[in-house]
Structure formats: structure tokens, C-alpha cells
């Protein structure tokens, strides 16, 4: 009888050592993305190196490339939400948060809206423009320092704040169209991708969060 118990004492433990964590959720409704420790849910597109961890955040540098999440939380799959990160930039760096896209293996999203970040490289569009389509020409953020971006999705509104300042807030139009080769570029769902531009862009990602909100 007492190997009996024994052995089931060990089937238990091994089970619980094999279970998948549930992402962490705080009491008010948010989701973490981001374990700090490793890209576990997330998957890069063309160039994998281009993401790291390092010390509890991302780092992106390198040749272009995507990282999607593809993790549990609402199957990667969100219509309205709230999301928020800490951001740092370096000095000429550029990068984005894309929301309602798709993983692809190569280019840049074709579904899905860019937020963008980049407070000082040769592109006029700054941090926290809705890219191309509510563009931000003020640089609200500096280089070298962590700031919150954040995100709300709801309808057919999206908000930008940058350190809980709203620097954006873009309604998308009824019945809105796109030109050939931007059709993707409209709400719908769809999962998050954090951007590496190019080789000279070096930015850093750090308590990835998501809420979903209902309907």
C-alpha cells in the first residue's frame, strides 16, 4: 500500500512539473505576455536572431523581422483589448507594435495596424502615430529612457497614450476601404508583433500586458 502511494505521489508531482504556468493575470484584468525569462509564446519571422532576453526584457536588433505572439492567451486572437509595454529606445533607432495581424515568415505585416517607436531615426513618423494613417510629428518620449506605450482598442477606435498622455486617437471609418496592397490595414482581431526595422535600430521591450475588453 505504501508503494502504492508512493507512486502515485510521483505521477502527481511529475504532472504538476509538466503543467504550462497560466500567464499571469493581475486583479484588474491584466495579462502578462511576457515571462521575462525567454520568447515562450512568441514566434520571429525571417531573422530569429534580431530577438534576445536579456535581464528581464527584449531586446531587438538586427536584420528586419517580426515577433508575433502566438501564445494561450485568448488564443492570440483579440478584437478589443488594452496593451501596454515598457519601451526604450537608442538613438536612431526605429521600431513598432503591430495589433490585428498575423504571423507571415518574411516582410513587413500585411494585416494589422503599426503603432509606431521611434523617437529620433530619419523617419518623421514618431513614436505613438497610428503609421500612415494618424501620424505623430512630436517627439513626446527621449532616447535612453523607459516609458509606457499604450494601446486601447475599442470599436472602431484606437488610442495611443505615451506615459498616460494620448497622443493619438484615430477612428477608423465606416466602411473603409484600402488601396491595392494595404487591404489588411483595417480593425478586425488578430494577435501582437514587435518590429526589428533594421540592423542600426536597437529598442527594448520590457512587461508586455494585455487586457482583453468585452464587448
Known amino acids: 500500500m505504501r508503494h502504492l502511494l508512493f507512486c502515485c505521489l510521483l505521477l502527481c508531482t511529475a504532472i504538476a512539473c509538466n503543467t504550462v504556468k497560466p500567464a ?4 484588474d484584468g491584466w495579462i502578462s505576455l511576457f515571462d521575462g525569462k525567454s520568447l515562450d509564446g512568441w514566434k520571429a519571422s ?10 528581464g526584457k527584449i531586446v531587438v ?7 508575433f505572439y502566438e501564445g494561450p492567451v485568448m ?13 526604450m529606445t537608442t538613438p536612431g533607432s526605429n521600431s513598432g507594435i503591430f495589433f490585428h495581424t498575423a504571423y507571415q515568415e518574411e516582410g513587413w505585416p500585411a494585416k494589422g495596424y503599426e503603432v509606431q517607436v521611434n523617437n529620433s531615426q530619419s523617419d518623421w513618423r514618431r513614436t505613438g502615430s497610428v503609421y500612415a494613417y494618424d501620424d505623430v510629428r512630436e517627439v ?7 516609458y509606457t506605450q499604450h494601446i486601447i482598442v475599442r470599436g472602431n477606435t484606437v488610442t495611443v497614450k505615451l506615459n498616460d498622455k494620448t497622443v ?4 477608423e471609418p465606416e466602411n473603409v476601404e484600402r488601396a491595392a496592397g494595404a487591404e489588411g490595414r483595417m480593425l478586425s482581431s488578430g494577435t501582437f508583433a514587435l518590429q526589428g526595422h533594421d540592423p542600426d535600430s536597437k529598442v527594448y521591450f520590457k512587461d508586455i500586458m494585455v487586457k482583453p475588453l468585452g464587448k
Open 61 to 67: 536588433h538586427g536584420p528586419r523581422a517580426h515577433l
Open 46 to 55: 525571417e531573422n530569429p536572431s534580431t530577438f534576445a532576453v536579456e535581464d
Open 75 to 87: 488564443n492570440h486572437d483579440f478584437d478589443d483589448f488594452e496593451f501596454k509595454a515598457q519601451v
Open 168 to 171: 493619438v486617437e484615430y477612428v
Open 140 to 146: 513626446y518620449v527621449p532616447d535612453n529612457e523607459w
Open 24 to 27: 499571469a493575470t493581475t486583479e
